[in-house]
């Protein structure tokens, strides 16, 4: 047969060599994704996932509803309608204690409402209507059994949707994301500024909150877009203009003792911050997502990788897409996804180059991260040193191919899989074949005992 | 997927060419010996010389009290389809072997006249020196204007071919039946309105007589009435009457449906329904109905003539009136459903016997395998009746074949129930004939309505038919028996073997030679069914008893003299007729191995084919082909022992072995071989066992052609087969649409179904292609077009690449995975020697049935998917798993993956919920493709 193989070899249509994006073939080993579901419900691009317990995930968009599903499954478990615009923010409150609350969700959206949702049997619990603006972000503090939302002012709420407290209104813009903090604090990214509100029980009763501003960080030269607290003690920002600081939680300065890489700004020509180059859309900081040790940014079409300890980014991947990167996350085996607006998801090992010395690392990275505009030629100078020097890297291990529009968030599962959402409405949920298939032999030889019907064996 | 594939050789379906192929030599058991008049360019299956008819027709008949028989119409409504032939003659036979006694009137004790819901009869009958034989359903309709308000139809399906009715015989008669429901439900409506108006008019009649009545008292102050008076009196006497009984009448029209409701979901407006109701008809007590009872003359004959309001006492001579079309009587709407319905029988029948039943064997087997049939296997027809039906044509088989048969037949139902997934198939078998009266005997349910209806089978039996003997004669071949007698059990119907004296009965009186012009019935089941099952035999109304005649005229020429005790036992007692109808039928037999005739009816073939070498029988190629599939189980004895709980009634086979046996031996003694062998060999459902199946053949045949030009065409086949068989979506890409679907359409066939819906397969799609599309579609064909949109749909090819392979019908090229294996290569030879379409499709199909097996018993082996103890690793598993695909599957390179992804879709299908679809997966692989060039 193979006679006929007179043409053989790879496709020629390779699209995608075009672009200086690391592709790989179609033999991805490492991929273990070879079954998929995809989940239709969603009328309009599907913007949010996140997750409930274990096998439950909800998602929602900009068609204002919100479908709870089974992540083995895929079962559509309840189909939420209560928002009349699409929604801008969501965030699961699960049951503080054993008691039998059960797990709920807030959803914002942009008709200014608040809707808290009964995950268990798919109900609307309650709905607050009295905001001035539309809520953008929402944060629970599982600590303390309230949640927050953030618009144009900060208020404080409590389980049964009491307001607790709210802060004077703060800005037209709206606050544009929240973390919590430790001592009850949470940092809110109000335009270019970083503000610090603390929440304390009012003297008069025990149910009554203050929130409180405490600080103002206003180190940021452009909107705040992203936040991410990597632990108790550190924080991370980064801005449209490609700015990433590290904060200390505890007293929210970059000077702090416990991260002195913000001392090393005596030297004039090193900002503390990092400032990235190219056009600013190509440099904002979409995404950051971080684990013990790094800090992993979503930035333009790249990916970096930005070490705690040492200070530095170790690895980074500058055209890990064809278009914006716009979620990452970090898994528990040095795997790396991230999605794209090009609609593809990928998937990122990184790795460890011994051979190349540590000392190349600053240069590469400086050069890469480029100050100014650099021309062309030094550009690509720097970028063929750059390719020689990080003594890590991202290696693309493989790639999910499915969306036919950008892929706005994806959720992972472990090994029940992965669920990505996208601007063409459809959830995809990407699952290991190999699993799947012995699950359901697993599931078909219960039915057969039960049945009754014959057992064959080898 | 049961067929072998080069055993149905002689389909009547292409060239005349084609037969003159010779083919490869076969197997000697699979051989079929050379039609000697072949060179005299005679076709076995060309039609039988004596028939004026070009193909098989149905005709419906009137037995006008004005006119006697008449035509109504044929279908197909085409003149040249019934050529020559005689309709009025023929109408005329038909229309006289009407034993259903339909009968309205007063019957003793009863007040008022009752209408008979007489159910249909069903006869057999044949002329032979017309070359037609014919199934015939006599059915009556109501007519208030009709003598006994009661016209008496009948359709009949009419064939040269005497073994199709024969064979076919349950299956006509179910979509017959349905037919018939559907005009007796639109007639008992008009019935009803007819009465109605009639009511009205009596209503207003009485209001005019008892006006005059009165006027006339007023007017009469004498003591005395005067002659006019007192006819008055009587007329308003009589109308007042004629009121009563008319309101009956309509009570009674009325109520039927309702009784019917009670007995089963009742739809009188589904043609469909028909068989639910002709189900429970069956179980439904006959005893109640009595038609031959003398009978007052209906009284309703003097029932006054119809005017627009007043009626009149003096009655209309019946010839004056124009009496009511079909149309008229039964409702526009029934009227056109029942064509339809009938338009759908004769289309379904079409074509030669040994392909229908080739069809419904393959089917019946296919059935019971309910686990995988889905894959390659179009099961929507399989789900619509029950199709457990086996063949039947055991006229032809040797004496080990039937005996084999026997076991085969009785094992098939059994399996289906133990796969438990089509119990239905067991249930009742619509056989009504009884007569439904409105009595107070409300028809029994005391039938079990699980227990198979074992139907009389005398209209099978070989030497019936066997015993055709004049040129002009008729010959009631068979019909359908009624009544309690007949609904005997499946286990009844599978022991064959006693020596009951069911077994001779039913060739009781079954048995006539007939002389020229006149009507044989060689067995009736009356409707009436009163009569136990002892005295049938002595029943049937025999309309002649004249003796034999060897007529030369007659295309048929057996020696039923063979036997000289045949003529004498019908004069004799029943059971000498018995014993003596029984050594007629070995008689027959022997005489048609006698090479005394002149033109051989290859419908008739009885005759074993060693003995001149004349292929007279249909071919029989189920024999090895279910063997073949059986053997890809775990054997054809093992499925029946080991794999399902069901055992074999093993008494049964060594008992019908034996019986067949000593048959052999002494022919004079085959009572019981021969009874087992009609009994087991009969249908015992209603099954329309090939709904459909006309189309089917079609596309088949043309998607076997197109498949053959393709692995011909193409020197890329196979990884383009491979593609489909692993479940990677091929896309077939071209600007001609029609060459695009030709090619979509050949490569159909490899596709495997997802589950019971249809094909996953897309003829033409002009939009650019989607994920969610390959998740439904494994096999797409898409234009190629220089519009944006096009530009497009190329995109999101080369986006999706690895989800697809793409075949470029334009520039012959394919890019898709490599393939190494071996399965692909047997499936599609390109220098195979098959012909044709339809065999080719057939090879196609024997050898997914194998990939099936296999597929089967990959999925179902537990230690290959679940470790054996706790502790085992699930390396270990795996490896087994291999060992098992590679070396007892005997599996090399992607053909692992070919079954493991028939395995997935049979675990899918297998854990799947009934009643949701579930959400169709799309698995795929990470392998590079290739691009392959011619």
């Not at chain 1, 720097?382 to 991202?394: I, R, S």
């Not at chain 2, 006694?101 to 209408?115: Q, T």
């Not at chain 2, 133990?418 to 409300?442: A, F, N, R, T």
């Not at chain 2, 290569?825 to 099936?852: E, F, N, P």
Request: hydrophobic share 35%; net charge negative.
């Amino acid at each position: 047969m193979l006679r006929w193989l007179i043409g053989g070899g790879r496709e020629p249509q390779g699209l995608a060599e075009k672009s200086s994006v690391q592709t790989i073939g179609e033999e991805q080993i490492q991929n273990p994704y070879t079954e998929l579901l995809v989940l239709k419900g969603h009328q309009d691009i599907v913007r949010f996932l996140v997750q409930i317990d274990d096998c439950r995930f909800a998602s929602a968009g900009d068609d204002g509803i919100i479908f709870l599903w089974n992540a083995q499954t895929g079962e559509k478990l309840y189909e939420l309608h209560g928002h009349t615009h699409k929604i801008t923010a969501i965030a699961p409150f699960s049951s503080s204690d054993v008691t039998e609350e059960t797990d709920l969700i807030i959803t914002a959206s942009a008709d200014r409402t608040v809707i808290v949702w009964d995950c268990a049997s798919g109900r609307q619990v309650q709905k607050v209507s009295c905001f001035h603006s539309t809520v953008k972000c929402l944060t629970v503090l599982q600590r303390l059994n309230v949640w927050l939302s953030g618009g144009s002012d900060l208020c404080v709420w409590n389980r049964k949707l009491d307001l607790l407290c709210k802060t004077s209104h703060l800005t037209d813009a709206g606050i544009s994301a929240l973390v919590e903090l430790p001592k009850n604090c949470v940092a809110a990214a109000v335009g270019k500024e970083l503000i610090i509100f603390r929440l304390s029980a009012s003297n008069n009763g025990s149910e009554g909150w203050n929130i409180l501003e405490v600080k103002r960080l206003v180190d940021h030269q452009d909107n705040i877009s992203s936040i991410v607290s990597v632990n108790d003690l550190t924080f991370v920002t980064g801005s449209h203009i490609g700015e990433l600081i590290v904060w200390d939680a505890l007293d929210w300065t970059k000077q702090a003792s416990e991260c002195n890489f913000w001392d090393s700004s005596v030297h004039p020509d090193v900002q503390p911050e990092i400032k990235l180059s190219q056009s600013p859309h190509e440099t904002s900081v979409q995404h950051l997502t971080s684990d013990e040790e790094c800090v992993f940014a979503a930035v333009g079409k790249g990916i970096y990788v930005y070490n705690l300890q040492m200070k530095r980014v170790i690895a980074c991947q500058r055209t890990a897409h064809d278009s914006t990167v716009l979620h990452l996350e970090k898994l528990p085996n040095r795997q790396l996804i991230s999605c794209s607006e090009d609609g593809s998801v990928r998937i990122w090992e990184l790795r460890e180059k011994q051979q190349l010395p540590a000392e190349s690392v600053p240069t590469g990275f400086f050069n890469m991260w480029g100050f100014g505009r650099a021309n062309k030629q030094a550009h690509q100078a720097a970028k063929k040193m750059h390719e020689n020097t990080p003594v890590y890297f991202l290696e693309l291990v493989g790639d999910l191919i499915g969306h036919s529009s950008a892929v706005q968030m994806f959720l992972y599962f472990g090994e029940l899989g992965l669920a990505t959402c996208s601007a063409d409405h459809l959830i995809i949920l990407w699952k290991d074949g190999e699993r799947e298939s012995s699950l359901r032999s697993l599931t078909l030889f219960k039915k057969l005992a039960q049945s009754g019907d014959l057992q064959l064996r080898l | 997927m049961i067929s072998a594939p080069d055993v149905v050789a002689f389909t009547r379906e292409e060239e005349l060419e084609d037969d003159l192929y010779r083919e490869p030599p076969l197997p000697e058991e699979y051989s079929v010996p050379l039609f000697p008049f072949a060179g005299q360019g005679a076709n076995p299956w060309a039609k039988v010389a004596g028939s004026k008819f070009t193909r098989d027709f149905i005709l419906i008949s009137e037995f006008s009290e004005q006119v006697g028989p008449q035509p109504l119409l044929t279908i197909p409504d085409d003149a040249k389809v019934s050529g020559t032939f005689d309709l009025n003659y023929f109408s005329l036979r038909i229309m006289s072997v009407d034993y259903q006694a339909s009968f309205v009137g007063h019957p003793p004790g009863s007040a008022y006249p009752k209408l008979n819901f007489v159910e249909d009869s069903k006869v057999v009958l044949g002329d032979s020196k017309e070359g037609a034989f014919a199934y015939v359903h006599h059915l009556t309709l109501y007519d208030l204007e009709a003598r006994g308000f009661v016209r008496p139809f009948c359709m009949a399906y009419i064939s040269a071919d005497e073994h199709k009715i024969m064979q076919q015989f349950q299956e006509l008669s179910t979509e017959f039946s349905k037919a018939s429901e559907c005009l007796k439900t639109g007639n008992r409506k008009a019935f009803a309105n007819e009465l109605e108006k009639k009511l009205k008019d009596l209503d207003y009649t009485r209001t005019v007589l008892h006006n005059e009545t009165e006027q006339q008292k007023k007017a009469n102050d004498k003591g005395y009435y005067t002659t006019q008076a007192i006819e008055k009196a009587n007329e308003l006497a009589s109308v007042e009457k004629s009121i009563i009984e008319h309101q009956d009448l309509l009570r009674q029209i009325r109520s039927y449906p309702y009784r019917k409701l009670k007995d089963s979901e009742f739809h009188p407006y589904e043609p469909e329904c028909a068989l639910d109701r002709a189900d429970t008809g069956s179980d439904q007590d006959p005893a109640a109905s009595d038609p031959t009872e003398p009978g007052e003359t209906p009284l309703y004959t003097h029932v006054p003539s119809y005017t627009p309001k007043l009626i009149k006492a003096k009655s209309a001579k019946c010839f004056d009136k124009k009496l009511k079309t079909l149309e008229e009587l039964c409702d526009v709407y029934f009227f056109t459903q029942t064509l339809d319905q009938l338009h759908h029988i004769e289309r379904t029948f079409r074509g030669d016997v040994c392909y229908l039943l080739t069809e419904q064997i393959s089917r019946a087997l296919l059935k019971q395998q309910s686990v995988t049939n889905f894959l390659f296997e179009d099961v929507s027809f399989l789900d619509e009746k029950p199709p457990e039906k086996q063949y039947r044509g055991c006229q032809g088989l040797s004496q080990d074949a039937i005996d084999e048969k026997c076991s085969e037949e009785s094992l098939a139902p059994k399996v289906v129930i133990s796969l438990g997934s089509y119990k239905s198939s067991v249930e009742c078998v619509p056989i009504k004939m009884e007569q439904e009266m409105e009595d107070s005997e409300e028809p029994k349910m005391s039938e079990s309505v699980m227990s198979e209806h074992q139907e009389n089978l005398d209209y099978l039996d070989a030497d019936i038919k066997g015993s055709i003997s004049s040129g002009e004669s008729i010959e009631v071949l068979g019909t359908e028996k009624s009544g309690s007698g007949l609904t005997k059990s499946e286990s009844q119907a599978s022991l064959p073997v006693m020596p009951s004296p069911q077994a001779g009965r039913s060739k009781v009186g079954s048995r006539r030679t007939v002389s020229e012009d006149s009507i044989e019935v060689l067995s009736t089941c009356p409707s009436e069914s009163l009569i136990p099952e002892d005295f049938k035999a002595s029943y049937p109304s025999a309309i002649n008893e004249e003796p034999y005649v060897d007529d030369d005229e007659g295309g048929l020429r057996f020696a039923p003299r063979a036997n000289p005790g045949v003529d004498d036992g019908q004069d004799q007692d029943d059971v000498s007729k018995q014993e003596s109808l029984v050594q007629v039928d070995a008689a027959c037999c022997i005489g048609k191995e006698s090479p005394n005739f002149l033109e051989p009816l290859p419908e008739l073939g009885q005759k074993p084919c060693e003995e001149d070498g004349v292929v007279r029988i249909p071919p029989q190629p189920y024999r090895p082909a279910e063997q073949g599939l059986r053997g890809g189980f775990p054997s054809h004895d093992g499925l029946s022992a080991g794999l399902l709980p069901y055992e074999l009634d093993s008494r049964y086979l060594s008992g019908s072995r034996e019986v067949s046996k000593s048959s052999l031996d002494e022919c004079s003694d085959s009572t019981s071989y021969i009874s087992s062998a009609a009994s087991t060999c009969s249908d015992r459902t209603p099954s329309p066992a090939h709904l459909g199946s006309a189309a089917g053949d079609r596309h088949r045949k043309r998607a076997g052609q197109n498949a053959l030009r393709f692995i011909r065409q193409y020197p890329f086949a196979h990884p383009a087969i491979y593609s489909l068989l692993s479940g990677r979506t091929l896309v077939v890409l071209g600007e001609d649409e029609a060459m695009v679907k030709r090619l979509v359409t050949a490569l159909s066939i490899f596709v495997p179904n997802c589950g019971a819906y249809a094909k996953p397969v897309k003829h033409w799609v002009t939009s650019a292609l989607h994920l969610v599309d390959f998740q439904k579609w494994k096999l797409i064909g898409l234009q190629r077009a220089v519009s944006p949109a096009g530009v497009n749909a190329l995109h999101a090819l080369s986006r999706y690449s690895r989800y697809l392979s793409v075949l470029d019908a334009d520039s012959k090229t394919l890019r898709c995975p490599l393939y190494k294996g071996s399965v692909v290569a047997r499936l599609a030879d390109h220098r195979t020697q098959i012909k044709r379409g339809s065999t080719y499709y057939m090879h196609v199909q024997s050898i997914l049935t194998q990939l099936c097996s296999k597929a089967f018993l990959f999925t179902f082996c537990h230690h290959l998917h679940l470790p054996i103890s706790e502790r085992e690793p699930e390396e270990s598993v795996v490896s087994r798993r291999m060992n098992f695909l590679k070396l007892q599957l005997g599996l090399a390179n992607e053909d692992i993956k070919i079954v493991q992804y028939l395995a997935e879709l049979l675990k899918l299908h297998y854990i799947q919920e009934p009643g949701q679809g579930g959400n169709p997966l799309l698995r795929f692989d990470y392998v590079p493709s290739f691009l392959y060039k011619i």
